[in-house]
């Protein structure tokens, strides 16, 4: 639990981190500042030489590149779940699978019913995805109200969440393909897994290499950013050192070398050097990267991200617009609606299993959470729609994860105040009966 733990808290602090730097970025694109602050974020990075010509705007290179990171660190967090966590039993995990499965079907589907036949049809992705910083850190405000396995629930089904949605960004927002550069991706992902394989375990060569196969899938028409999700899935999990292993080596370390020896490549230095390798590798590569990327991306990746695209000009009558109620309506109602429904079908088909403290009332309280997309929505909506309709599905986005934190935080409130209130009853009624 512990490295599940650390998860929830980071997230959590991000989670304010992220507001504040949303608020920042709809301020100044609603003051005199506005063109200053746009003209920023579309200023052109890059190598340009001839022929080539390697430049993106600033915020291109956030919602492709660093993005990308972020990606990484989600297919490294669901790995490390099902394979050393919470999810390692498959009945457990599939109630969250299910879960978020019907948390995209459902919104995509209100909305394209919604919008059939009109400009903003394409954009039926941006409703499919849960904002995991926001999620958790409206779960922290509960503190010890409640249980854990509702965080557990909700941590993975984000997750889930955000792993689907980069692969219909792949699929269904990518350019025409150009097979050739595909190629090279695969040629460089299968000699990451032979570099694996025969035990290379320095960071700096795969990050070399996956850098290339970023380049690749990037020159291909497929979005970059499912490379994230793809490397972070290869990463092992597995560590290569046993607690055991480690202790019959430190038993062996000698703390200085004697004055005799000096300080070269004496056995007392061999011994120490071995002592440091074994103490890095009592960690998987996983767990490792996890640890070392989860700060930088919570507290500067993601806020950077919604300072570049959080931004809008506040005007009440897109609040009219088709497509704002689309959205609205597809987080707002068919999240809960999703989540709760295909959640229901897999418990009663005997695929999943439910955690008896997690009832229906706390799982619709998360369920309501679920429709705070933000981030990923935000994400989906600037490679989704045209300049003209990116504003009207901002709105929608922006209302339906207000909307929806407060109503699951309602019900979860409530229903804490409620199991506090019934557990009072229940103790003074055991202490009248007498001994």
């Known amino acids: 639990?512990?490295?599940?733990?650390?998860?929830?808290?980071?997230?959590?602090?991000?989670?304010?981190?992220?507001?504040?730097?949303?608020?920042?970025?709809?301020?100044?694109?609603?003051?005199?500042?506005?063109?200053?602050?746009?003209?920023?974020?579309?200023?052109?990075?890059?190598?340009?030489?001839?022929?080539?010509?390697?430049?993106?705007?600033?915020?291109?290179?956030?919602?492709?590149?660093?993005?990308?990171?972020?990606?990484?660190?989600?297919?490294?967090?669901?790995?490390?779940?099902?394979?050393?966590?919470?999810?390692?039993?498959?009945?457990?995990?599939?109630?969250?699978?299910?879960?978020?499965?019907?948390?995209?079907?459902?919104?995509?589907?209100?909305?394209?019913?919604?919008?059939?036949?009109?400009?903003?049809?394409?954009g039926w992705g941006t409703v499919m995805a849960t904002d995991t910083a926001f999620v958790i850190g409206c779960l922290a405000l509960l503190g010890t109200r409640i249980p854990q396995s509702l965080r557990v629930f909700m941590l993975s089904l984000a997750i889930v969440d955000d792993i689907g949605a980069i692969l219909v960004v792949a699929i269904g927002y990518s350019g025409q393909i150009d097979w050739w550069p595909v190629v090279l991706a695969l040629l460089g992902l299968l000699f990451i897994r032979g570099m694996a394989m025969l035990g290379f375990r320095g960071f700096p060569i795969y990050f070399i290499v996956g850098s290339f196969v970023w380049l690749a899938v990037d020159a291909s028409g497929i979005h970059a950013t499912i490379t994230g999700v793809i490397l972070g899935l290869m990463t092992p999990a597995r560590r290569w050192v046993s607690d055991e292993q480690l202790y019959a080596i430190l038993e062996q370390v000698i703390a200085h070398p004697s004055a005799s020896q000096g300080s070269g490549d004496t056995e007392d230095r061999q011994t120490l050097?071995?002592?440091?390798?074994?103490?890095?590798?009592?960690?998987?590569?996983?767990?490792?990267?996890?640890?070392?990327?989860?700060?930088?991306?919570?507290?500067?990746?993601?806020?950077?991200?919604?300072?570049?695209?959080?931004?809008?000009?506040?005007?009440?009558?897109?609040?009219?617009?088709?497509?704002?109620?689309?959205?609205?309506?597809?987080?707002?109602?068919?999240?809960?609606?999703?989540?709760?429904?295909?959640?229901?079908?897999?418990l009663r088909s005997h695929i999943a299993i439910r955690p008896e403290e997690l009832n229906w009332r706390l799982m619709t309280g998360g369920s309501f959470l679920a429709g705070i997309g933000f981030t990923m929505a935000l994400f989906i909506a600037n490679i989704a729609f045209p300049d003209n309709l990116i504003d009207s599905a901002k709105v929608g986005i922006f209302l339906a994860s207000l909307i929806s934190a407060l109503a699951g935080l309602l019900i979860l409130f409530s229903t804490a105040a409620d199991s506090r209130t019934q557990l009072n009853s229940e103790g003074q009624i055991n202490r009248s009966r007498p001994s």
Do not use: C
């Open 273 to 346: 050097q071995m002592a440091e390798f074994a103490s890095r590798e009592t960690l998987s590569p996983l767990e490792r990267l996890e640890i070392a990327l989860h700060p930088w991306v919570v507290f500067f990746i993601m806020p950077l991200f919604a300072f570049a695209n959080a931004g809008l000009s506040l005007d009440l009558n897109q609040l009219e617009s088709s497509l704002t109620l689309a959205v609205f309506l597809g987080f707002a109602l068919g999240k809960p609606i999703g989540i709760l429904s295909f959640s229901w079908l897999a």
């Open 1 to 122: 639990m512990s490295p599940f733990i650390r998860f929830l808290h980071i997230q959590s602090a991000g989670g304010g981190i992220l507001l504040l730097f949303t608020l920042g970025a709809l301020f100044l694109s609603n003051s005199p500042w506005a063109d200053a602050f746009e003209h920023v974020w579309e200023t052109q990075l890059g190598i340009e030489a001839g022929a080539l010509d390697f430049s993106r705007s600033i915020r291109e290179w956030i919602n492709d590149g660093l993005m990308t990171l972020f990606f990484f660190l989600v297919a490294l967090e669901l790995k490390r779940e099902l394979v050393l966590g919470e999810l390692k039993t498959p009945r457990m995990a599939m109630l969250s699978i299910a879960g978020a499965v019907g948390g995209m079907l459902v919104p995509a589907s209100i909305y394209l019913l919604m919008q059939h036949g009109q400009p903003g049809e394409h």
